[in-house]
C-alpha cells in the first residue's frame, strides 16, 4: 500500500476547515499531521475532531510533528511567508489561492520551490469547472477566432449559510453594499 501523504494545515478558518474536510474523505492518501493557527483555539478545534495536534506556530510544528506537506489556508496576503518558510524546510506546498498579492512575493514562493525542489500548487478549483474546459477546448480548436482581449462574468449564488460560516455574522446585503 501506497505511503499516505502527512500533511499540516496551516490557518483554521473557513477554508482551513474544509481542507479537513477533504482530508477525512480522502483518508487512505492523506494523514492530518497537526493544524497551526494564530489562535491556538481554532487550531485545537480542527486538530482534535480528527486526532491531531494543534500548534501556534508552523515553526512549533516543524519542530514537533513529521509531515511531507502542508497546506496555506492563511489569510490573503500572508501566503508566501508561511510557505516560504514550509519550502525552506523542504516540505511540498498547496497554497489557497490567491499565490500572493504581489509579483515579488509570488516570486519569491517560486524561487524557495526551485532551491527546496519539492512541488507548489496554488488551490484554483474553478479550473475544473466544465464551463472552463469547454472555453479553453474552443479556444484551443481556434473556434473563437484570434483573441485579443477577454472579459469574463460569472453569477454566483451564495447562500446566507455561507456568509454566517465565515462568523463574521455579516448579512448578504452588507456585503454588496460594501464590495460595489
Ligand atoms: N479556494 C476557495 O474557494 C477559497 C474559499 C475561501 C477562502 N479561500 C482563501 O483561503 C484563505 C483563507 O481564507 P478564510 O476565509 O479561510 O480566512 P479565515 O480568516 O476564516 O481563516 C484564516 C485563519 O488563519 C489564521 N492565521 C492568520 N495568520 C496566520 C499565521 N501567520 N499562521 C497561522 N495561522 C494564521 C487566522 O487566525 C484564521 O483562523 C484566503 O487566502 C482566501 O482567499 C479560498
Avoid at 43 to 57: D, I, P, Y
Wanted: with cysteine.
Amino acid at each position: 500500500m501506497r505511503k499516505k501523504i502527512r500533511l499540516v494545515i496551516v490557518g483554521a478558518g473557513v477554508i482551513g476547515s474544509h481542507h479537513g474536510k477533504v482530508i477525512n474523505e480522502l483518508s487512505n492518501e492523506i494523514e492530518l499531521a497537526g493544524v497551526v493557527d494564530v489562535d491556538l483555539a481554532k487550531a485545537q478545534a480542527l486538530a482534535s475532531s480528527r486526532g491531531s495536534a494543534a500548534f501556534v506556530s508552523l515553526k512549533d510544528a516543524l519542530a514537533q510533528a513529521e509531515f511531507e506537506a502542508v497546506a496555506v489556508c492563511t489569510p490573503t496576503g500572508t501566503h508566501a511567508e508561511v510557505a516560504i518558510e514550509a519550502l525552506n524546510a523542504g516540505k511540498h506546498v498547496i497554497i489557497e489561492k490567491p499565490a500572493e498579492v504581489s509579483l515579488e512575493k509570488t516570486d519569491a514562493i517560486i524561487e524557495a520551490q526551485r532551491n527546496a525542489g519539492t512541488v507548489v500548487t496554488v488551490i484554483t478549483q474553478h479550473r475544473f469547472d466544465p464551463a472552463t474546459e469547454i472555453l479553453l477546448e474552443a479556444i484551443d480548436k481556434g473556434e473563437l477566432g484570434r483573441l485579443t482581449s477577454g472579459i469574463a462574468s460569472i453569477d454566483w449564488w451564495r447562500s446566507q449559510d455561507y456568509y454566517d460560516s465565515a462568523g463574521t455574522g455579516a448579512a448578504l446585503g452588507t456585503w454588496m453594499a460594501a464590495d460595489r
